[in-house]
């Protein structure tokens, strides 16, 4: 499996295993209404990608790195060059923390260190227009929980995490590097509804949806309603009666909180129970009782 050098917290990195077995065995062109992170394409077998995702921060993400395909040592040379200058700690080249620091604070020492150099970076991001890309996969690596996040003003405001740039870090850029360099990947940024429309389907294309999920409480879902929940099924249904494959990940039971939308929707479509460890935003415990699905309209 390859992970996204992203890290969302939710990405599908973890489920892929069991994704990848329920995907179609043969896709041509695989879509992603919202690719997020995109761990789900990485370790998709497919012709060409076509991903989406409203979150014009991300896509620029994506777009960012996908330009090094033939320039990886000049990519890793620029984040060292940012990291250097701002003086953060980078533990995959050794460049890491006092010892003594580790002892007086075990469970936050790179957020101790790292703070300062942290908000110095987030103040200078916020002052650019446009942002440089770079510094800003920098902070989403060094900041809390791995998040891309903006207030109503357009600043980023997510505090320092306890993390650098270390091993896993380093491997999973590496990796979509690589995976860009022998791969055919469109990037757009657009509402789903709209991705979808401009979209001409053929045989053996796929399109996987990732929505937000209407019973949990993390940050992202709090952007979706019940009306837009309706309005999704309603245009995946659009889809199958065209003989579109489809494939759709949501969450039908969460904290004792049952997605009645979901259960009447999917009925008419092939359900399969996914096994996962939901984590939230504002809680890194696995939430028990949670019951993820997968639903499409072919047979597996």
Request: glycine share 4%.
């Amino acid at each position: 499996m390859i992970r996204s050098p992203f890290f969302y917290v939710g990405d599908k990195y973890k489920l892929m295993s069991q994704l990848s077995q329920l995907f179609p065995p043969k896709i041509d062109t695989y879509f992603d209404a919202f690719v997020g992170g995109g761990s789900t394409f990485l370790n998709t077998r497919a012709k060409k990608y076509v991903v989406n995702d409203i979150d014009e921060n991300i896509i620029s993400l994506h777009r960012e790195l996908s330009l090094y395909r033939d320039k990886k040592d000049e990519l890793f040379d620029r984040i060292y060059k940012i990291i250097d200058d701002y003086g953060l700690t980078c533990s995959f080249i050794g460049k890491t923390i006092p010892r003594q620091l580790k002892i007086d604070f075990p469970k936050t020492y790179f957020a101790k260190f790292n703070k300062e150099a942290y908000v110095k970076l987030r103040t200078d991001i916020n002052k650019e227009s446009p942002k440089d890309p770079l510094k800003l996969y920098i902070l989403l690596i060094y900041g809390f929980n791995h998040m891309l996040r903006f207030n109503k003003s357009g600043l980023f405001n997510l505090p320092v995490g306890n993390v650098d740039f270390n091993k896993n870090v380093a491997n999973a850029l590496e990796n979509y590097i690589d995976f860009m360099r022998n791969n055919e990947v469109s990037f757009v940024v657009s509402d789903y509804s709209e991705f979808i429309a401009k979209q001409r389907f053929n045989q053996n294309d796929f399109i996987y949806f990732d929505p937000p999920y209407l019973i949990s409480s993390s940050e992202y879902n709090k952007l979706w309603s019940e009306e837009q929940e309706i309005e999704l099924y309603s245009l995946i249904d659009s889809l199958d009666s065209r003989g579109v494959m489809f494939g759709l990940s949501n969450m039908l039971e969460h904290k004792g909180i049952k997605n009645n939308i979901l259960e009447e929707w999917s009925s008419r479509y092939n359900v399969y129970n996914i096994k996962s460890n939901y984590i939230s935003f504002n809680d890194n415990s696995i939430k028990k009782g949670s019951r993820e699905v997968y639903v499409t309209n072919y047979e597996r």
